[in-house]
Nanobody
Framework: QVQLVESGGGLVQAGGSLRLSCAAS????????MGWFRQAPGKERQFVAR???????YYADSVKGRFTISRDNAKNTVYLQMNSLKSEDTAVYYCAADRNPGSTRRARDDYDYWGQGTQVTVSS
């Protein structure tokens, strides 16, 4: 079992920055591939970014060049640095853990464990 707890969400003006954190606990958490998803009201949960156990990263086109995913295995924590935020980035952001490798694993069902989410609101 893996437990994930997100933090760092909040209200920010367009053009601003936020850093989200995801603290993982449980068995062998450093062996998991980690992802960030987001869900806006009335919309499907969508892939944002993924970091493999090796450190290789993948991004949705909508955030490429603005967001950076990273991990600190010593602290069992994954981060999402979000810069140049736009109003369309407003959503609940979720951290997720995946036991299996693969660059194309961007579907909700690919991930085994989820956090409770943290709200990000970008005002224009």
């Amino acid at each position: 079992q893996v437990q994930l707890v997100e933090s760092g969400g909040g209200l920010v003006q367009a053009g601003g920055s936020l850093r989200l954190s995801c603290a993982a606990s449980g068995r062998m958490t450093s062996t998991y591939h980690m992802g960030w998803f987001r869900q806006a009201p009335g919309k499907e949960r969508q892939f944002v970014a993924r970091i493999a156990r090796s450190g290789i990263t993948y991004y949705a086109d909508s955030v490429k060049g603005r967001f950076t995913i990273s991990r600190d295995n010593a602290k069992n924590t994954v981060y999402l640095q979000m810069n140049s935020l736009k109003s369309e980035d407003t959503a609940v952001y979720y951290c997720a853990a995946d036991r299996n490798p693969g660059s194309t694993r961007r579907a909700r069902d690919d991930y085994d464990y989820w956090g409770q989410g943290t709200q990000v609101t970008v005002s224009s």
